[in-house]
């Protein structure tokens, strides 16, 4: 189903890394921004995700920050539970992020057709991703958007954390006090604006917890300002239908995770003390870290690899406007070198 485009002149392999050392495949995704295919890498036939931004939209919607910022973000990490860059490149009127490819889709949509994803799956989803967490804490970087459309799955079921657009290093001894993430997932020291650190990604690990083994968000309204008052102020009931499923651990877990003081929330003690606390937790009673760390415990849920484990309609736009595609061939007749001047002037800002 992959297509691809010729070059006149053979290809140098050696030289930089460009699109042309890639053969294009189908569809994966649809982002704010551009599309997410399947490419194969020319060279050993190496299958990745590449991610394409259009540069014109990034400008029109003031993301030229973020999205240089996620780019270098993703080029000093490196870890088995997050989706890592492997190569990046731009032409006249794109940018291209070479990532780990995810076959198995994202936990947004394998929830939402399943109304809970389960206890053990829940339980095995936190317990990869705090690997990730505490690698990009060590780095001193926060996530901050943590939640269900962020966590991608491999091929085998393995979680994967993604989307670093909001991510950003933190200083020794300093706080950050933007606003930034999804109102749901957000923690009450973000809300509050008083300066907060790490600790708000735990706090969002939790409520997507919460999410997914209850089957609905534990801080609710219908404008963000309710759900933010909600976060400020309630304490969360566990639905009776889902809740008498789960386990004392299970509940006791999401719900310190979801403390609203940071200094009192589970996995919230400095450098890897944190990790300790939560990884000792009853919940987890009986895992085997090392092996989780490898990458080698069995996933709960292996996805189909005859599904397409996205929504495809994106696809299915592919084949309505071909213009649109993204081929080889540089474009032509439009005001590209414009363009780039001002992404650089952007980015220099
Ligand atoms: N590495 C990957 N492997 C497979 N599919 C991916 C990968 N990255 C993203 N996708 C798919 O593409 C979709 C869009 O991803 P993308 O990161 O572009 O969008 P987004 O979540 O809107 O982020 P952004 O805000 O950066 O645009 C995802 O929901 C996912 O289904």
Same mark, same amino acid.
């Given at each position: 189903?992959?297509?691809?485009? /010729?070059?006149?002149?053979?290809?140098?392999?050696?030289?930089?890394?460009?699109?042309?050392?890639?053969? %294009?495949?189908?569809?994966?995704?649809?982002? *704010?921004?551009?599309?997410?295919? $399947? $490419?194969?890498?020319?060279?050993?036939?190496?299958?990745?995700? %590449?991610?394409? @931004?259009?540069?014109?939209?990034?400008? *029109?919607?003031? *993301?030229?920050?973020?999205?240089?910022?996620?780019?270098?973000? %993703? #080029?000093?990490?490196?870890?088995?539970?997050? $989706?890592?860059?492997?190569?990046?490149?731009?032409?006249?009127?794109?940018?291209?992020?070479?990532?780990?490819?995810?076959?198995?889709?994202? +936990?947004?949509?394998?929830?939402?057709?399943?109304?809970?994803?389960?206890?053990?799956?829940?339980?095995?989803?936190?317990?990869?991703?705090?690997?990730?967490?505490?690698?990009?804490?060590?780095?001193?970087?926060?996530?901050?958007?943590?939640?269900?459309?962020?966590?991608?799955?491999?091929?085998?079921?393995?979680?994967? +954390?993604?989307?670093?657009?909001?991510?950003?290093?933190? #200083?020794?001894?300093?706080?950050?006090?933007?606003?930034?993430?999804?109102?749901?997932?957000?923690?009450?020291?973000?809300?509050?604006?008083?300066?907060?650190?790490?600790?708000?990604?735990?706090?969002?690990?939790?409520?997507?917890?919460?999410?997914?083994?209850?089957?609905?968000?534990?801080?609710?309204?219908?404008?963000?300002?309710?759900?933010?008052?909600?976060?400020?102020?309630?304490?969360?009931?566990? !639905?009776?239908?889902?809740?008498?499923?789960?386990?004392?651990?299970?509940?006791?877990? @999401?719900?310190?995770? @979801?403390?609203?003081?940071?200094?009192?929330?589970?996995? /919230?003690?400095?450098?890897? *003390?944190?990790?300790?606390?939560?990884?000792?937790?009853?919940?987890?009673?009986?895992?085997?870290?090392?092996?989780?760390?490898?990458?080698?415990?069995? !996933?709960?849920?292996? !996805?189909?690899?005859?599904?397409?484990?996205?929504?495809?309609?994106?696809?299915?736009?592919?084949?309505?406007?071909?213009?649109? +595609?993204?081929?080889?061939?540089?474009?032509?007749?439009?005001?590209?070198?414009? %363009?780039?001047?001002?992404?650089?002037?952007?980015?220099?800002?």
């Amino acid at each position: 189903m992959g297509f691809c485009c /010729c070059k006149d002149e053979p290809i140098d392999l050696d030289s930089e890394v460009d699109l042309y050392h890639f053969d %294009l495949h189908r569809a994966v995704g649809k982002g *704010a921004f551009g599309k997410v295919r $399947v $490419v194969e890498h020319k060279r050993d036939g190496q299958l990745y995700a %590449l991610k394409y @931004i259009n540069k014109k939209s990034i400008i *029109a919607m003031k *993301a030229v920050k973020n999205t240089v910022q996620e780019r270098r973000l %993703l #080029e000093e990490i490196n870890h088995t539970f997050i $989706v890592n860059m492997r190569f990046a490149f731009q032409d006249d009127e794109n940018c291209f992020m070479v990532l780990d490819l995810m076959l198995g889709g994202d +936990l947004r949509f394998h929830y939402e057709r399943k109304l809970t994803l389960g206890e053990d799956a829940v339980r095995f989803y936190i317990a990869e991703l705090s690997s990730a967490i505490s690698y990009l804490h060590s780095q001193r970087i926060v996530h901050r958007d943590i939640k269900p459309d962020n966590v991608l799955l491999d091929k085998d079921g393995h979680a994967h +954390l993604t989307d670093f657009n909001v991510a950003c290093h933190i #200083e020794h001894g300093k706080a950050l006090t933007s606003v930034a993430g999804t109102v749901y997932y957000m923690a009450p020291e973000i809300i509050y604006r008083k300066g907060y650190t790490f600790t708000s990604d735990w706090w969002s690990l939790g409520v997507m917890a919460f999410e997914l083994l209850f089957g609905r968000r534990p801080f609710r309204g219908k404008k963000s300002v309710e759900v933010m008052r909600s976060i400020m102020h309630d304490t969360p009931e566990i !639905p009776e239908a889902t809740g008498h499923m789960a386990s004392a651990e299970a509940k006791d877990c @999401i719900m310190r995770l @979801i403390e609203k003081s940071p200094s009192k929330r589970l996995a /919230c003690k400095p450098k890897g *003390a944190g990790l300790a606390e939560l990884r000792a937790h009853a919940w987890f009673r009986g895992y085997d870290w090392e092996k989780l760390d490898k990458k080698a415990m069995q !996933p709960p849920f292996v !996805p189909d690899p005859k599904k397409l484990n996205f929504d495809f309609s994106h696809e299915l736009d592919e084949y309505m406007a071909p213009s649109e +595609l993204l081929t080889h061939q540089k474009r032509k007749n439009r005001d590209v070198n414009k %363009l780039s001047k001002e992404m650089r002037q952007l980015e220099e800002e």
